[in-house]
């Protein structure tokens, strides 16, 4: 199995930034998604920032510009940089990794999301 922690949300005013991170863990045999999404209160989740067919990135168009999505390969972990926050930024921001784990030597697939981490942004 593959759990993933997430952490560095917080309470900030308009204009600031900060970096979430998502750290999976677990036997993980390969990751082939990473992905960050958000929910505010009374919307839908919507897909924020991912990579997809390696190293290309895609961003939703009310973020592009001001996040920017990264990775650590050796430590199984994706970055999310929010910088120029605005109000309208403010939501539960999740992780999902997709990939592969072992267990007892095979391969099984794994879709996992984080816990949510709160971002606010008010002034």
């Known amino acids: 199995q593959v759990q993933l922690v997430e952490s560095g949300g917080g309470l900030l005013q308009p204009g600031g930034s900060l970096r979430l991170s998502c750290a999976a863990s677990?036997?993980?045999?390969?990751?082939?998604?990473m992905s960050w999404y958000r929910q505010a209160p009374g919307k839908q989740r919507e897909l924020v920032a991912a990579?997809?067919?390696?190293?290309?990135?895609n961003y939703a168009d009310s973020v592009k510009g001001r996040f920017t999505i990264s990775r650590d390969y050796a430590r199984n972990t994706v970055y999310l940089q929010t910088n120029s926050l605005k109000p309208e930024d403010t939501a539960v921001y999740y992780c999902?990794?997709?990939?592969?784990?072992?267990?007892?030597?095979?391969?099984?697939?794994?879709?996992?999301w984080g816990q949510g981490t709160q971002v606010t942004v008010s002034s």
């Open positions: 999902n990794v997709a990939g592969e784990y072992m267990l007892r030597g095979k391969r099984y697939a794994f879709d996992s």
């Open positions: 677990g036997s993980i045999f390969s990751i082939n998604h």
């Open positions: 990579f997809f067919s390696g190293d290309t990135t």
